[in-house]
């Protein structure tokens, strides 16, 4: 089950609006405001969002997935995200621009 965090979380990792997270699940922008305010508990609400997120790269994890650190949310590496420019970690001076 993913909470209010977790959505809020997922979207800021993407850097989404509140617009562009409820245009992608086919939701009202104040469906979602209530879903991360954690007001909705709509279950069919909430898996639309999760497949949402999940389409555009975010990986939900669960306290038993092996990961250290528990329950949360991360970035999948995909083929996509390599393609839509440079990853943080790899800025450097020389390709700062």
Excluded at 16 to 40: K, Y
Aim: charged share 25%; hydrophobic share 45%.
């Amino acid at each position: 089950m993913i909470t209010a965090a977790h959505l809020r979380a997922a979207r800021a990792l993407l850097g989404l609006t509140i617009d562009d997270i409820a245009s992608a699940a086919g939701l009202s922008s104040e469906i979602v405001e209530q879903a991360e305010a954690g007001q909705e508990h709509d279950f069919d609400i909430l898996r639309l969002l999760r497949n949402a997120l999940e389409e555009k790269g975010i990986a939900f994890l669960a306290d038993n997935s092996g990961m250290e650190g528990g329950i949360g949310v991360r970035l999948r590496h995909t083929d996509q995200a390599s393609q839509d420019g440079i990853r943080p970690e790899n800025l450097n001076a020389a390709n700062d621009g």
